[in-house]
Structures are given as C-alpha cells and as structure tokens.
C-alpha cells in the first residue's frame, strides 16, 4: 500500500558526516600546506649563527620560511589571538571570520547553492573581504592586530636570519626553495582559481 504525504527522514547532518567533514578538511589543508616542523628542530642551538653576508641572510630567510613555513603560521596566529585576549567580542568576531572563510571558501568541495542559485566564487570572495573589513573597522582590532603581526614578522625574521640551513635542509626532498611558490615535492601547489563556480576533485 502506496502511503502519501509522508514526512520525509531527517536530512540534517549526523555527527558520524560532522566528523567526516572534520577529517576531510584536515587532510586537505595537510595535502596543501604540509605538515608543521619537529618544534626542536627550529631551536636547536647548534643551527644558530650570524650569516656572512646579505645575500646569505636573504637566503637563509626564503629557505627556512619555506621549510618552516607551518610553524610560521601558528606563531603568528598565535601572537594575534594573544592581542586580541582583552577585547573578547572582537576575537569572537574574528573567529566567526576565519569559520566562514574556512566553510564558505577554502573548505568547500561543492558550488555554493543559495535559494537554488550558484553562486560564483568570485562573489563569495568579495562578501568575505568586504564582511571582514568591516569587523576589523566596527571592533576597532586594528591596532592590536597591528601589533601582533609586527611583533610576529619580528620573530619569523630573526629565526629566519639566524637559523643556518647550511646542513638541515641538506637533502630534504619534501620542500622546494622557492618562495614565490609553495613547492611541496618538486610541484607547485594547486591554487583555487576564483573566477570558477565548479571544482574538481584533486
């Protein structure tokens, strides 16, 4: 007996599909940006020296931010959540910020549907920037970011001048060392290309 009008299942996500979505996530910023260093390894005092020259300390710089170029980011993601500890609603905010970039844009495997319409990347692109422009003025953070990137770019400089690469980096296949382009095994890292509206599964 064929019954009509039934109430369909619930479609809503299962938290078995949350936590698929989780590693999916992961794994895909693994794939793109790698893996942070052994911390250890960034301080072991015996790699630590002043370079000869200014192109050796040039160097030095594009090498150990492509090779540590993980530990890097969470420094400086670190520094800013620290000056943001006194203003919560603006870090609140923020972190909003960073959600959605993460969800709406970088994270997505799928077009975006809104009331059945696809919506260009280009437009999300745009909405992020000008929603995340407008935090930043309305919560009145950008001094406190100011501070945390300059205090961050501070210290990614010094590690960078003083941190030899004569023999730790001497061999080492998982990186390239050019640092125009992230390289991760000798091939250049995809990139998304925001002018297109669908995307193909790497």
Known sequence: ??????????SSPTPSS?????????????????EPRPWKEMIQAHSFNLPTTLSDSIQRIRTNVAFF??????????LLFVSLLWTPISLAALVLLVVLWLFLYFLRDQPLMVFGRLIDDRVVMMVLLMA?????????VTD?????????????????VL??????FAGDDDI?????????G??????KNPASSSFTSS
Do not use: C
Not at 176 to 184: A, I, N, Y
Not at 186 to 191: H, K, N, Q, S, V
């Open 1 to 10: 007996m064929t019954s009509y009008g039934t109430i369909p299942a619930d």
């Open 18 to 34: 949350s936590l698929s979505f989780i590693v999916r996530a992961k794994d895909r910023i693994q794939s793109s940006l790698g």
């Open 69 to 78: 170029r993980i530990n890097y980011a969470i420094i400086v993601l670190f």
């Open 132 to 140: 995340t422009v407008a935090v930043l003025f309305l919560t009145n």
């Open 144 to 160: 406190n970011l100011t501070v945390g990137m300059s205090v961050g770019m501070a210290v990614i400089l010094a590690h960078g």
């Open 163 to 168: 941190r030899s690469t004569e023999d730790s």
């Open 176 to 184: 390239g060392l050019d640092s125009s382009t992230m390289f991760r």
């Open 186 to 191: 000798g091939t250049p890292l995809p990139l």
